[in-house]
């Protein structure tokens, strides 16, 4: 398909915006980014096009279903629903915008999608993958996270500075906090899919982050058989794209060069 700056794509009987910055799949390798639990296209603000400088890829972001102005969701969210992602969507959005090479960069839920469809999938398209913040099993301090998530959606101002990204807010948090505060969520656990990662990794994490520990890391760097590296960034908390974006854009930028250079 001939791919614009901004528009919709069907995938699996979902309209999700999407949007193209710079070369397209066709004539340059390109980082797919995947969103964190609450986010959209419009969330990650001037990042991926910095991004898209700095390596000279192409960027395609795209809002999964329930948020931005993609097709809303049934609430509640299936429990499995990163593999869902994984397993129904990712592959035939990859597909559909005749992704070529180039790397999955996945932030939050984001991070969990690309993980478990690289360790489900043996896509030769993908080089690597970029894991920022990622979740591979459910820790207690996210869950306390996701709680004063919950409050301040219901009794603060979150619902309203939510509002503004996505058309249905109410599906876009409740999906999300819903499913993760499900008592059976506790189960949820993507750990053994590392093992079948077979392209580099690299790991973002802020050192402050307040839904994730650095035990997440471990996993990795005890599963994988792959390379990981990881950027632990001071100062920063969940998003590091926002908490300190010169030092997560180099690190990703960097990382991004070396491994299309290598492959």
């Known amino acids: ?47 991926p096009a910095r991004l898209g400088e700095k390596t000279g890829c192409g960027v395609f972001l795209y809002s999964r279903a329930g948020y931005g102005k993609s097709s809303t969701i049934t609430l509640p969210r299936p429990l499995d629903y990163m593999q869902r992602e994984a397993a129904d969507v990712l592959p035939r959005l990859l597909d559909a915008i005749e992704f070529k090479r180039g790397i999955l960069l996945g932030h939050s839920d984001g991070a969990s999608i690309a993980a478990q469809y690289a360790g489900t999938h043996q896509d030769h398209r993908v080089r690597g993958l970029v894991l920022m913040a990622p979740h591979f099993f459910v820790e207690d301090e996210g869950i306390a996270a996701i709680e004063d998530a919950r409050r301040a959606y219901e009794t603060g101002d979150l619902r309203a500075r939510l509002s503004r990204w996505h058309a249905d807010v109410d ?32 790991i973002v994490q802020g050192e402050d982050d307040q839904y994730g520990t650095v035990k997440q890391i471990e996993v990795a760097r005890e599963e994988c058989y792959c390379p990981v590296e990881v950027a632990m960034l001071p100062g920063a908390r969940h998003s590091p794209q926002r908490d300190a974006p010169a030092a997560t854009l180099k690190a990703i930028s960097e990382f991004v060069v070396r491994v299309l250079a290598a492959a």
């Open 1 to 47: 398909m001939t791919l614009q700056d901004s528009r919709f794509i069907e995938i699996d009987g979902a309209r999700l915006e999407y949007r193209m910055i710079g070369a397209r799949p066709d004539a340059a390798p390109t980082i797919v980014m995947l969103h964190e639990g609450l986010g959209s296209v419009s969330t990650w603000g001037e990042f």
């Open 171 to 202: 599906s876009a948090f409740k999906g999300w906090n819903g499913a993760w505060l499900d008592p059976d969520f506790r189960k949820w656990n993507i750990t053994e899919r590392l093992a079948y990662i077979r392209v580099p990794i690299l």
